[in-house]
């Protein structure tokens, strides 16, 4: 067994450092947690003849988006309503590497249930590492090489917390060897070698107040590196050595559902929630200390889409299902679309975005203020599409209910 595990180590470095020029997407919307691809050469004008299906990977049901190394693709499913499943297979032809999985499930309540109860946070990968949160508040740490375990935690051992009702939903953060995550009625730092505790900040009460749907980011406000965490209660900026809020403002939203990542412009962060509208806040230090002040607010409502950032303009998917194209400087909308699917994730190349739809339909349209500018549409799957999708180099990754399909551009 070692002498294989040594093998496979070999072969994986090997093969690590002839990809190692390889774009990845190693987290919640990409490396920057921004969707915005970077060095990129600009993508065709259409979809239809220009995306070559590379191949597909069956799966069972999940909504965590693929993570994307230099040469593998990680994938999470739930099988059986019993157990949880991480994959991961040949970036090139889909050809499965190695698997793990463990016991984990869970019945969502109200009206997520319609939509099922799989596996829902995206994991992060350090280049070593891969950090998959499980349902049931256990977060599994692999090692990329082989798919053994490295270590675990369970945070409702750990807490005596009682877990989420809405399942580990946060997507982690990686940043300087820590990771960051929102579980358990509270943030918490740990370290990406060890998955010690580093610490455990804005705890907050349990029951339905004891999950969180919104991710984190990293962002410099008034001057200073700090983590930007919306909880179900509050958005907040935290410093990252010490965990103590820096700042905090309430955020009303029904049923406490504020599930979008923050959107970091400048000193200002935009956030939108259901039954609340959405917020542009600007932050700001001084002699008298930290402080956050309401710089407009509008009725637009987003719900479980979070946003991209073009140029001077906010990409907002809505509650409505109607995309709507924002003024970041006072709210108001420079247009909106018809109804679309009841999702979108976003990728940001330049001036156009790629976007997939819940239906099941890869959107490719350009940034534009005074109009919705669509490209072209492709159906690309008749199951519905809740993953974020994924883009590295030439190559676009969508996680369908049921499969992976891997396109290239064919440049």
């Known amino acids: ?63 965590s988006g693929p993570i994307v190394s230099a040469d593998r693709v990680f994938l999470t499913e739930t099988v ?27 019945s969502v309540p109200f009206f997520a249930a319609s939509n099922g109860s799989w596996i829902r946070a995206t994991p992060a990968f350090d280049g070593e590492r891969l950090f998959v949160p499980g349902m049931l508040d256990v977060l599994v740490a692999i090692n990329a090489a082989d798919g053994s375990e490295a270590w675990r935690q369970d945070f409702r051992q750990l807490f ?30 740990m370290s990406c070698e060890t998955g010690e505790i580093i610490w455990r900040s804005l705890n907050e009460a349990g029951g339905m107040m004891g999950g969180a749907f919104s991710s984190p980011m990293i962002g410099e406000l008034a001057g200073t590196r700090q983590l930007i965490v919306q909880t179900r209660a509050k958005l907040c900026g935290v410093d990252l050595e010490s965990g103590k809020e820096l700042w905090s403002m309430a955020i009303a939203s029904f049923r406490d559902m504020n599930i979008l990542t923050p959107t970091i412009i400048g000193d200002r962060i935009f956030t939108s929630c259901y039954g609340g509208g959405a917020h542009m806040y600007e932050v700001t230090n001084s002699s008298q200390g930290w402080a956050i002040k309401e710089i407009w607010k509008n009725t637009t409502e987003a719900y479980m889409s979070s946003p991209v950032v073009v140029g001077d303009a ?21 247009w909106r679309t018809t109804p679309f699917g009841k999702y979108w994730s976003m990728a940001v190349n330049g001036d156009q975005v790629l976007a997939l739809d819940e239906t099941g339909d890869l959107i490719l349209f350009k940034a534009n203020q005074q109009e919705f500018q669509l490209s072209d549409r492709l159906h690309v799957s008749d199951a519905s599409a809740w993953a974020h999708l994924a883009i590295a180099d030439e190559q676009v990754f969508v996680r369908a209910l049921d499969e992976l399909i891997v396109y290239s551009w064919g440049q």
Request: charged share 20%; net charge positive.
């Open 1 to 63: 067994m070692i002498a294989r595990v040594g093998l496979v180590a070999i072969l994986f470095t090997t093969s690590f450092s002839a990809a190692a020029d390889k774009s990845q997407w190693m987290q919640w919307r990409g490396n920057s947690r921004t969707c915005q691809i970077e060095g990129a050469a600009g993508w065709p004008e259409k979809l239809s003849g220009s995306l070559k299906e590379m191949y597909r990977v069956p799966l069972g049901p999940g909504y």
């Open 80 to 106: 059986n309503k019993e157990k949880e499943v991480t994959r991961a297979v040949d970036r090139a032809s889909g050809k499965e590497l190695w698997k793990i999985e463990w016991e984990g499930a869970m």
């Open 160 to 189: 005596k917390t009682s877990g989420q009702s809405f399942g580990f939903v946060c997507s982690p953060l990686i940043d300087a060897g820590a990771l960051y995550v929102q579980t358990s009625g509270g943030l918490v730092k």
């Open 314 to 334: 906010i990409y907002l998917h809505l509650r409505n299902q109607r995309l709507a194209c924002l003024n970041p400087t006072n709210g108001e909308p420079f």
